[in-house]
């Protein structure tokens, strides 16, 4: 009863609330307006406004939900090019490849917001919006004018059509000025002479919600000499060469997308046909993170060093049919992390690994990693904390392919830590122990110690009692990765000893 005078100004303040949320939301007239909520409104109607605009509107919209907008007021430019009303074909039926570079192109000539980059004039978060649409194309989309940035193309399907050049890419970041495309020759304005200043062609780029249709001609995106590209909740599907295509810039960030020559969920009949490349990173700095690659010959193709992979799932043609999971190729100068990923079938080659860290990963079905001699380099490489799973037919988790020559630089090599089942473990340190009576103890390595006839450093202990005797020992020969120690009186003894291949000799 007491809190009654506290429940009834409660009470008084909700009916406040809610009377002054009607009278912001719908009430615009009878009431009295003062000056500063009549600019807020007005703001407000201009802005919902600018969603709507667009630059060139083909005579015939066929969008009937562009109603013309309150008179926009020329400060304030659009941001959003939706692509029908340029007049793409959202059923995929016809061709809609002016109409997406027209889309494009007004969203290039749109309002720039000085620079990202130096010569990289910033559009401001312009998006080209693909209205959950379904476009066929004939030709690339290729984006117009280089020195240009900070813009999003999101939110539908685009298919290549049936004469789709198969050496071209849906999305086409390459600098085309001087090209064949017309849409860069119209805007030579001052941004585009400044664009020449930048060493880079794009910065800042979204491609995000996309499905990506290759339609067994070409690939789906290019990248080319690009800054901080963001490629987002795609499904690239159908590609003949590159799903993506990373060549020169760097930090193009992959994430959340999923990758597929075939459209397939495993065990394909025509798996061993499978060819392609799923994501081709030929650049530096970039990073693939939560990524299914369900087929191409090779899921990851790096050739460009400081990239990094993490929850990358693998399962686009098993090693046995000749596909690999992830290939690295950059003999000398690797500096690859690949973390937490699961390569499912289908493993790891790495040619002269120097700087590689692969850990936390998980290798089922005698998936493997193979380190490919090219001149013999293997330095500073950590394959440590993994799991492997395989189905008891002996195959080794990591092997080496000396078949262009034997390793012969190798340092701080680690391989350690992982556990195996149903494969054969191999590593670069080892422990073993032998009980015998005798005077001589020899313990063999070679099954688990990677590198053929390589110890760098033994330790052991000698552990013999009750015998009444106190016998010398020594080691005696460490060779062919077997280790021999000797006694100078036989005794009944147990040697324990550790052995490693990793360290700097
Ligand atoms: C572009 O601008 C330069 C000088 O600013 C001019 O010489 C050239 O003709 C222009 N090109 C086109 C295609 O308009
Ligand atoms: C794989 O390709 C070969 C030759 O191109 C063809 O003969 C075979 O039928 C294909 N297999 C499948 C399962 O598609
Ligand atoms: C160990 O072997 C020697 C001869 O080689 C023998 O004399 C001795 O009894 C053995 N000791 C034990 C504990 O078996
Ligand atoms: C060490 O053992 C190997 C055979 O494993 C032998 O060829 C070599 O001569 C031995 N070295 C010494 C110093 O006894
Ligand atoms: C002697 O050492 C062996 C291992 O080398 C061990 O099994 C045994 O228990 C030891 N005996 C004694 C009395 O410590």
Redesign the pocket.
Same mark, same amino acid.
């Given at each position: 009863m007491e809190r009654n005078p506290l429940v009834f100004l409660m009470i008084v303040g909700f009916a406040n609330l809610i009377f002054i949320h009607v009278y912001g939301e719908d009430s615009q007239e009878g009431l009295l307006l003062d000056g500063r909520y009549r600019e807020q409104i007005r703001k407000m109607q201009a802005f919902k406004a600018s969603f709507v605009r667009h630059d060139s509107v083909p005579s015939t919209s066929p969008s009937p939900n562009l109603a013309p907008a309150p008179a926009p007021r020329s400060a304030i430019r659009p941001h959003e090019y939706r692509v029908t009303s340029y007049g793409a074909d959202p059923t995929g039926e016809t061709d809609s490849t002016e109409a997406l570079m027209k889309a494009v192109a007004d969203a290039f000539g749109g309002p720039k917001v000085g620079f990202l980059m130096e010569g990289i004039s910033n559009l401001g978060g312009a998006r080209i919006n693909l209205e959950g649409g379904n476009y066929m194309i004939r030709r690339p989309l290729r984006m117009p004018e280089a020195g240009t940035g900070n813009f999003v193309i999101h939110g539908g399907t685009i298919r290549a059509s049936d004469d789709f050049p198969t050496d071209g890419y849906l999305i086409d970041l390459s600098a085309s000025s001087g090209s064949q495309n017309e849409e860069s020759k119209a805007s030579n304005n001052t941004d585009a002479q400044l664009s020449s200043s930048s060493p880079y062609n794009y910065e800042y780029v979204t491609l995000k919600d996309l499905m990506l249709d290759c339609n067994h001609r070409g690939g789906g995106i290019s990248i080319i000499n690009s800054l901080r590209t963001s490629i987002d909740n795609c499904y690239i599907a159908h590609f003949t060469s590159n799903g993506i295509l990373v060549q020169g810039g760097h930090e193009a960030y992959i994430r959340n997308s999923f990758l597929g020559q075939q459209i397939t969920a495993g065990g394909d009949k025509g798996e061993r046909n499978f060819s392609g490349t799923a994501i081709n990173l030929m650049g530096n700095d970039n990073a693939v993170t939560d990524v299914v690659i369900f087929s191409a010959a090779v899921g990851v193709m790096i050739s460009g060093q400081a990239n990094t992979l993490s929850g990358v799932h693998c399962y686009n043609k098993a090693t046995g049919f000749g596909g690999t999971g992830i290939y690295l190729k950059l003999p000398g100068l690797t500096q690859t992390r690949i973390v937490n990923c699961y390569m499912d079938y289908t493993g790891i080659v790495a040619e002269d690994p120097v700087q590689l860290h692969i850990s936390s990963s998980f290798f089922l079905g005698d998936a493997f990693i193979l380190l490919k001699s090219i001149n013999g380099v293997a330095k500073g490489v950590n394959i440590v904390d993994n799991m492997f799973c395989g189905y008891n037919k002996g195959i080794e988790i990591v092997q080496l392919d000396e078949s262009k020559g034997p390793f012969k630089q190798i340092d701080q090599v680690v391989i350690d830590r992982n556990n195996v089942r149903g494969m054969n473990m191999k590593s670069t340190a080892a422990r073993g122990s032998l009980q015998a009576? %005798?005077s001589s103890w020899t313990i063999d390595f070679s099954p688990i110690l990677l590198f053929p006839n390589l110890i760098n450093h033994v330790q052991y202990t000698f552990s013999s009692n %009750?015998?009444g005797l106190f016998p010398n020992h020594a080691l005696r020969n460490v060779s062919q990765n077997r280790v021999l120690i000797e006694s100078d009186v036989?005794?009944?003894a147990t040697v324990f000893v550790t052995v490693d291949q990793g360290v700097a000799s």
């Open positions: 009576n %005798g %009750g015998s036989a005794v009944p």
